[in-house]
């Protein structure tokens, strides 16, 4: 019941966009810090990009800077991540998770995950 969902990942062209849907169940997403890691094959779990609960700041890895957006629909109980100009090196599970405080790049600190959602970009 308490739990968070991601979806919306799939194959994409390089130069393509995807939106990424992380839904939350159990408990107000409002209330949280909500942020986006990925994982890569064989590479470690990196934050991407991570939005406040209510004062809507937004930050991002460099790699993602300019090309992702992060953005929350708190009377769907949903955070999304906006993929645009994909390359593949933007290929990994990406995963959403949730933290009380506020954003963090550090894993460690978020107490709940999702079950990831594949995106691969290549030609």
């Known amino acids: 019941q308490v739990q968070l969902v991601e979806s919306g990942g799939g194959l994409v062209q390089p130069g393509g966009s995807l939106r990424l849907s992380c839904a939350a169940s159990g408990f107000r997403l409002d209330l949280y810090r909500i942020g986006w890691f990925r994982q890569a094959p064989g590479k470690e779990r990196e934050g991407v990009s991570c939005t406040s609960s209510i004062a809507g700041s937004t930050s991002y890895a460099d790699s993602v800077k300019g090309r992702f957006t992060i953005s929350r629909d708190n009377a769907k109980n949903t955070v999304y991540l906006q993929m645009d100009n994909l390359k593949p090196e933007d290929t990994a599970v990406y995963y959403c998770?949730?933290?009380?405080?506020?954003?963090?790049?550090?894993?460690?600190?978020?107490?709940?995950w999702g079950q990831g959602t594949q995106v691969t970009v290549s030609s």
């Open positions: 998770a949730r933290r009380l405080n506020r954003c963090s790049a550090l894993e460690a600190s978020y107490d709940l």
